[in-house]
């Protein structure tokens, strides 16, 4: 598969940086939504560098479909960073309620400079900022209690800022997902095109959904067999695993060749929908430098 490598970095991502740039001296934190299930390859590298050292909140988002154990590891590594770190299933509502007060606690002692000098109420403003499809739209929406960040189920919808009000004192200020230039990294573009952090119709879609079945094949065999009905084999490649669960599901086409494509789409649809189960791709020994 063509990733390591590949580069792209539309229009729209340049103005990103751009306003990220220009906004910045005026947040008073920043709050970066990772994907729990990969969170170093939903990091954007550029992030660190983009916000000059302001506080941090991570939120370690969908984990509700990330394995619980790995999750709190991540969140333990995040922590001994320096960072805040707050564990959400935004889509379902969870942790969104715990936001405003992370946010309080990060900046206690700034909070308290500012009660000091009798600006009792000052608002804070809080830059959020995640790659495309991590479901930073959905996470807004559901701290702000009301329908403000357009949320869609692909990457790169978000196209501009936006400040979204959380209470009286707390505003948020929503930006577009951004992608970094380059993967150097073959396996980074292959979890971000898992989670449909990259649009499908860049990839090739059975490829990539051979390299998912291959890898649950190998890691959840118990997964593939319940759920397709076929026992992974050793050393069986991840295509002909595809293509048996397409033909036990009955995906054939004219002279009963099976519709890998078909079962391509259905196993990645799965897989991003949490039907297969709760995976992490990434542990923090296996990632973390």
């Not at 969104?96 to 804070?124: H, P, Y």
């Not at 960040?149 to 990457?155: G, I, M, T």
């Not at 390299?211 to 319940?226: I, K, N, Q, R, T």
């Not at 991840?238 to 033909?247: I, K, P, Q, V, W």
């Amino acid at each position: 598969m063509q990733i390591e490598g590949l580069s792209w970095f539309p229009g729209h991502m340049t103005k990103t940086k751009r306003m990220i740039a220009a906004e910045i001296g005026k947040m008073d934190a920043v709050c970066e939504i990772l994907d729990a299930r990969i969170p170093m390859s939903s990091r954007n590298p550029d992030v660190d560098e983009m916000t000059a050292g302001k506080p941090r909140l991570v939120v370690l988002n969908r984990v509700d479909q990330a394995d619980p154990r790995q999750t709190k590891r991540w969140a333990a590594w995040f922590r001994e960073k320096g960072y805040a770190v707050l564990e959400a299933n935004a889509k379902g509502g969870g942790g969104t309620n715990q936001f405003a007060s992370a946010v309080r606690e990060l900046l206690r002692d700034k909070i308290a400079a500012w009660e000091a000098k009798g600006q009792v109420g000052r608002t804070i403003r809080v830059m959020v900022l995640g790659i495309p499809n991590v479901g930073k739209s959905t996470f807004i929406n559901k701290v702000a209690r009301r329908k403000t960040a357009r949320a869609e189920d692909r990457p790169g919808v978000t196209r501009s800022k936006q400040w979204v009000p959380v209470d009286q004192s707390l505003e948020l200020l929503d930006t577009p997902g951004i992608l970094w230039p380059k993967f150097d990294d073959t396996q980074v573009g292959i979890h971000l095109a898992f989670t449909g952090a990259i649009k499908d119709d860049v990839m090739d879609i059975e490829e990539l959904a051979s390299y998912l079945m291959e890898y649950l094949g190998a890691h959840y065999a118990d997964v593939v067999s319940e759920r397709y009905k076929v026992v992974p084999e050793e050393g069986e490649s991840g295509y002909d695993l595809l293509t048996r669960a397409g033909r036990k599901r009955g995906f054939l086409m004219r002279g009963a060749e099976v519709d890998t494509e078909r079962m391509a789409r259905i196993l990645l649809d799965e897989f991003r929908g949490g039907k297969l189960g709760r995976f992490t791709l990434e542990t923090v020994e296996d990632i973390a430098p």
